[in-house]
């Protein structure tokens, strides 16, 4: 028997600790948005709105540069967001978190090798097969082997 999926928001409502991480999120959001739109356009891309405590105002930036740009309008920011909180903001902190870009897998020559015993494993398994990828493959590993004689 298959059971029904539910909407996150019924499974939320009865949880108190879902239900204000979930209120918590969408108010960080909505208070990221008023920021992203108060700011310069050059900021939109490279900075976050992370924490609100009660009296200090959190933001991520990828570059330092910006960070200290940011530092200089901490004033305008507190007051733009403290008009959407229930208590003024004075302090801002501002964190450099640079952009993580993916890992490149370096693309090394085919440097495997095997030893001679090896080879001649390979070589005789090779030969005993059906013509196919398989043999081709095997027999090629075993040409390394010879390669690294010369």
Partial sequence: MSKK???INQLYQNDNQMKWLSIRAQKLN???TILQKSLP????NHCTLANITEDKIVILTDKANYASLLRFQAAFICSTLSAHLPKPIKKLEVKVRPQSEPLKQKTLPNTLRVSAKTADLLESTAAEMQDGPLKAALNKLAKRQAQKKD
């Fill in 5 to 7: 999926p539910e909407r």
């Fill in 30 to 32: 909505k208070l990221n």
């Fill in 41 to 44: 356009l050059k900021f939109s």
